[in-house]
């Protein structure tokens, strides 16, 4: 298993840390005794979240900062292992899902999609994974979806990307693996309890919501947090998760 977090204070760096699922697993992290680094482009938005894991006893930092950018990722990377706590965990939960037809996706939007999805996952699981290797010891999880796993009418985009950072999972995990580094790609199938679930499928939200049909954040925060307890004899290198009632 690996060495208690807690006791070394080590660092979780949360790529992509929203409202919803990103939020919840900095919070989940935190509560353990890790130290919360948080990023997304707009630090302010990030004030939220880092108020509530103070609030809860815990310790965060917010940080905005572009995952697409290849020096932007160093320069954070760099800047957590040498002034705050070496990086125990990264979690990679940058999004991008958005609906095209084919003949409407322009080059911009399938270029976006793919460096927020796919580039911006290898450029933070390289320079984590560079910090880690030194140790033999680190967690890298990767946050997929539905469109990780079959593409869909209107998603070129979206599952091109998602295609792709579970093909870096994979790579990562059997090269780092054998070097003590846990890579996991975690396959998020299905709505999530969110307000923009709410607000953009209100119909289908209240179906759901009293089923328990939906995807609770916090639920798959504890999930990532027991992917980083398992003992390295018997680690999970994919994860599904799905509500219930979900069809697949």
Known sequence: MNPNPAARRGAVLVVGAGDATGGAIARRFAREGLIACVTRRSADKLEPLVRRIRADGGTAHAFGSDARDEQQVATLVEHIEREIAPIEVAVFNVGGNV????????????????????????????EVARAMLPRSRGTILFTGATASMRGSAGFAAFAGAKHALRALAQSMARELGPQGLHVAHVVVDGMIDTAFTAQNF???????????????????AENYWQLHRQPRNAWTHELDLRPWGEKW
């Open 202 to 220: 209100p119909e289908r939200y209240a179906a759901l919501k009293p089923e328990d049909g939906l995807l609770d954040p916090d639920a798959i």
């Open 99 to 126: 609906r095209f037809g084919i003949a409407d996706t322009t080059e911009r939007v399938y270029r976006k999609v793919w460096e927020m999805g796919a580039l911006a996952g290898f450029l933070v699981g390289r």
